[in-house]
């Protein structure tokens, strides 16, 4: 494997479910990312860890809990979702966090909440 | 704030240039993006420029950066069917290190 991966690529959950997505880069990089992306919005962050440290929370609800146990991995655990959460989940990564953030990205989880 | 804006949709025929605009405010940007994003796809970077140039080309894509405007455009010469999705333009705040994403132009490509 190389680059960025996700799984799983596609996801249909309830609103009482608990599921988790993954992400793993094979890259390196000591940043990693989660990105919302929902029809017509522009791209939005929601967590970034630098170092398996969480560096930032986009003022994200407390139902999306995001968990990176190594570099190369980062979780998000997804737990009583609304419908308006249904978008494609993007992970992505970084060599750091320096002012030339190159990051890459992996192909996403579509999730749908019903 | 910080804010990156685009047109949402542009479409050209195959083998015409096609020209994708972005403004961005951020004045303390230093690097600018261009990414492609494929149906089903998670985004792809194409091509960066430094804030302190003017322009940048990378075979057929040319990157064109007016600082004082805060205006940056992606020309793809030769346009490809395959070129067809959809293109962000995002900005590097050096500021708070964040990558700030336009929402997107969608590039269609007719035969």
């Known amino acids: 494997e190389t680059g960025v991966t996700q799984t799983p690529r596609h996801l249909v959950m309830g609103m009482t479910n608990k599921k988790s997505l993954k992400c793993e880069q094979h890259?390196?990089?000591?940043?990693m990312y989660w990105y919302k992306q929902s029809a017509k919005k522009p791209l939005e962050l929601m967590f970034v860890?630098?170092?398996?440290?969480?560096?930032e929370n986009n003022s994200v609800p407390s139902r999306f809990s995001p968990e990176c146990p190594n570099s190369s991995h980062l979780f998000l655990h997804l737990h009583t979702l609304q419908p308006e959460d249904s978008a494609l989940y993007l992970c992505?990564?970084?060599?750091?966090?320096?002012?030339?953030?190159?990051?890459?990205f992996g192909p996403g989880t579509r999730l749908t909440v019903l | 704030g910080e804010d990156v804006e685009q047109s949402l949709f542009l479409s050209v025929r195959e083998g015409d240039s096609s020209v994708i605009n972005c403004t961005y405010t951020?004045?303390?940007?230093?690097?600018l993006y261009w990414y492609k994003q494929e149906p089903g796809a998670g985004l792809q970077l194409l091509t960066y420029?430094?804030?302190?140039?003017d322009m940048k080309q990378d075979q057929r894509l040319t990157v064109l950066l007016n600082k004082k405007d805060k205006h940056l455009s992606l020309r793809i010469a030769d346009t490809q069917t395959g070129d067809s999705a959809i293109y962000f333009c995002?900005?590097?705040?050096?500021?708070?290190?964040?990558?700030?994403f336009g929402q997107g132009t969608t590039l269609q490509v007719k035969p």
């Open positions: 860890y630098n170092f398996k440290e969480q560096t």
């Open positions: 890259l390196g990089h000591n940043a």
């Open positions: 992505a990564s970084s060599q750091d966090r320096g002012f030339h953030n190159e990051q890459f």
């Open positions: 995002a900005e590097g705040s050096s500021n708070t290190g964040k990558l700030i």
């Open positions: 951020d004045s303390s940007s230093t690097y």
């Open positions: 420029i430094f804030s302190n140039m």
